[in-house]
């Protein structure tokens, strides 16, 4: 017992010892006496040159070092400088093993870094060159240090404690010749206290950013309660609260906020997250998730949900300083959200219960996110949308320069229509509902859409809806693998009434009817042109029970009659619209051309006959009609149909700009009528050929009756006598 309290009173006396001999040393030394040799020190490591203008200052308990107004320069120019540096550290938790900083303190620090014309930082000039031997050999030194280190690592960690921590007034300046850029960090402030790994502490910060390329500021601020575990592989954050004032070019000199908020916590060892109750906010623009990850490789598994709350759009550009978008309709773009669900298996994110408003439009449905091929789902069903509510609004005057703007989009720089290396590495399948939309005036319902992408080969496959009391269905493939996509296109449209149709797509009202065709095409390119030059296919149409509006075809045909009959209707109200049934054809695609050879129809008393082009580059139509008469057509007495007319042709001309003014594209054809009068003077020879064969016929009929009767006449008289 003796030998233990022997042994114990000679390491405390040790202790008092080395305290006593410390604290006489503090006593004694006066470290402003070393500064010459400190700086030459310095002076003789690096390429600073360091000016030690304060005093040096320590402490004995706490242990610490206070050193004032400290500059550093590097080639005559500062490189950093701090007005105050203090580091205390508890003595007596030295002695314990379980170091405690008492105090660290550093306040007006001043850097400048520099990169010149040619890229090279200023800071990459602090050490000297060095030859390449003694590089080799301070690489094998640091390498058996380390190697030092890994043997003698594996102890338990220290304990390390801090009871305040004060940053203020730092700034640094980041200056950037070569681009012009330049970057200040000023007012940055840092005050933490009572940091003990395995506990919570609190933690502020403030700073200021400056960049002039663009012009751009930040005032931040940020407070929250921060903990990491011994072992510091666990991080918590809690009570966030983050503020970030910008202002600059890119808002349009408008000051905008950002704020985040909520806790989140990370276990580096087990490879999970968690994120409650964050919230991030900019301007009016609202989003906030609890969301769970497991897995930092690339399969995470996720869970949990996100939302953004409803928004203005127009309020938020106007608030970030970025241009209006007009739209034809100014109440659209005011209430816009979004909310989902996250979940699915590892390294695939799953989005249920999927809600995006746009206004009064609501899409609902599921999506998925697949890590490792990128692959992308999405099923979503709307109500209702009006798409030409969205479109920028017509100015005045906008219809007459319609030409001019043409031609000089025609004479511009033609741009491509698609992506293809983004295209070639889609992988997509993607399912579109949607109860009505009204797009262009027209009015669309059940839209159904399917699209898939894989290996640069996009296809639409469904996309069908009803349309003005019919139905219409297509679909679209699009061979991306070459740098020549090729284009297929099928579509099938079932008695679709065109004149509705017509008077709401383009105001035009000269058709009506119910609509077959069928649809059969292919074209290459990626450009507007291209396709247009490249297109080939065909067209089949039906129009059944329709009319022509605006247009008197039967008028037309009666002028014919009345110039063969040599005589003037006296007919005034012919109507503005022509009947007819079944109209039929077929268009041939070449390019932008259109042809057409079997155009024919079934009016009262004619038969349509025609073939013609349809120009799509130039809007261009040219056609010639012909208006078969095969029975009466109308009561106007010049308007007879004699045996002269029957089966003649009246010819009708279509020719002109169809998107200027379609109702003048057709009139009586004059230059075609002498050949309508040769077929009329061709009936009329026969007529007359068949009248004096007739009149020879019932002439020698007659001789034939008289001598039958006077032969009969004699052998009767023989017979009596």
Not at 69 to 93: H, K, M, N, P, Y
Not at 111 to 123: I, K, P, S, T, Y
Not at 222 to 251: C, H, K, W, Y
């Amino acid at each position: 017992m003796k030998a233990v309290r022997y042994v114990l009173i000679g390491i405390v006396a040790l202790i008092v010892l080395a305290v006593a001999a410390v604290a006489i040393a503090m006593a004694v030394i006066n470290p402003n006496d070393y500064k010459p040799q400190i700086e030459q020190a310095v002076e003789d490591a690096t390429n600073l040159d360091l000016i030690l203008e304060g005093d040096i200052g320590w402490s004995f308990i706490p242990l610490g070092l206070e050193l004032n107004s400290v500059e550093a320069t590097l080639e005559g120019d500062r490189f950093v400088a701090l007005e105050q540096l203090v580091a205390q550290i508890d003595f007596w938790s030295l002695i314990a093993m379980s170091p405690r900083v008492n105090t660290f303190v550093l306040d007006g620090l001043d850097a400048r870094l520099e990169v010149d014309e040619q890229g090279n930082g200023n800071w990459t000039r602090i050490m000297p060159e060095e030859s390449a031997g003694a590089a080799t050999e301070e690489s094998a030194g640091t390498q058996d240090e380390q190697a030092q280190e890994g043997e003698g690592a594996g102890g338990e960690p220290l304990n390390f404690n801090v009871e305040n921590v004060q940053i203020s007034n730092a700034q640094v300046h980041y200056t950037d010749k070569s681009t012009g850029q330049s970057v200040t960090l000023e007012n940055f402030t840092v005050n933490a206290s009572n940091i003990t790994l395995g506990s919570e502490f609190p933690l502020e910060i403030g700073f200021r950013v400056a960049t002039t390329q663009p012009t751009f500021e930040v005032d931040g601020s940020i407070s929250a309660r921060l903990a990491a575990n011994e072992a510091l592989n666990e991080f918590a954050v809690s009570s966030l609260n983050a503020v970030f004032d910008m202002t600059g070019e890119p808002f349009g000199g408008k000051e905008v906020t950002a704020e985040l908020g909520g806790s989140a916590r990370a276990n580096l060892e087990n490879e999970t997250a968690t994120l409650s109750g964050f919230t991030a906010s900019l301007a009016n623009l609202n989003l906030s998730t609890d969301l769970d990850v497991s897995g930092f490789g690339n399969k995470p598994t996720l869970s949990g949900k996100i939302s953004i709350a409803e928004f203005s759009l127009k309020d938020l550009l106007n608030n970030l300083g970025q241009p209006a978008v007009e739209t034809s309709d100014a109440d659209v773009l005011e209430a816009i959200a979004f909310s989902t669900g996250i979940g699915g298996p590892a390294g695939k994110v799953e989005l249920t219960n999927l809600t995006i408003k746009l206004d009064d439009t609501t899409f609902n449905g599921s999506g998925s996110y697949n890590l490792a091929d990128s692959g992308i789902v999405f099923n979503l069903q709307g109500d209702q949308l009006n798409a030409d509510r969205y479109l920028p609004p017509k100015a005045e005057g906008e219809a007459e320069e319609a030409p001019t703007n043409q031609e000089t989009a025609a004479t511009g720089p033609e741009g491509d229509l698609l992506p293809l290396e983004i295209l070639r590495s889609l992988l997509l399948d993607i399912d579109l509902g949607l109860g009505q939309l009204i797009v262009s005036n027209l009015t669309i319902n059940e839209i159904k859409a399917s699209t898939t992408a894989k290996n640069g080969l996009l296809k639409i496959d469904e996309f069908s809806g009803k349309l003005y009391k019919g139905s219409f269905g297509a679909n679209v493939t699009i061979d991306a693998r070459s740098d020549n996509p090729k284009w297929t296109v099928a579509s099938d449209v079932t008695n679709v009434q065109t004149l509705p149709l017509l008077t709401d797509l383009a105001e035009v009202d000269m058709l009506g009817g119910g609509a077959n065709l069928k649809v059969n095409a292919t074209t290459t390119g990626n450009r507007i042109s291209s396709l247009r030059s490249n297109a080939d296919g065909q067209i089949s149409f039906n129009l059944a029970e329709g009319e022509f509006r605006r247009m008197n075809l039967t008028r037309m045909a009666c002028q014919g009659i009345a110039l063969v009959n040599q005589e003037d209707l006296t007919t005034t109200d012919w109507g503005t619209s022509t009947p007819f049934n079944d109209m039929r054809g077929t268009l041939d695609i070449n390019g932008n051309t259109l042809n057409n050879t079997d155009l024919v129809a079934a009016l009262a008393g004619m038969r349509l006959e025609g073939n013609g082009t349809v120009d799509m580059a130039q809007s261009q139509l040219d056609y010639e009609v012909g208006l078969r008469i095969v029975g009466e057509i109308h009561r106007d007495e010049a308007c007879r149909v004699t045996e002269y007319v029957e089966n003649a042709v009246i010819p009708v001309e279509c020719r002109g700009n169809f998107a200027e003014d379609p109702a003048g594209l057709c009139s009586f054809d004059g230059s075609r009528f002498r050949d309508t009068l040769k077929t009329i003077a061709e009936n009329a020879a026969k007529a007359k050929a068949r009248e004096e064969v007739d009149k020879a016929k019932a002439k020698a009929e007659e001789k034939v009756k008289e001598k039958v009767q006077e032969q009969l006449g004699d052998k009767l008289k023989g017979l009596f006598n």
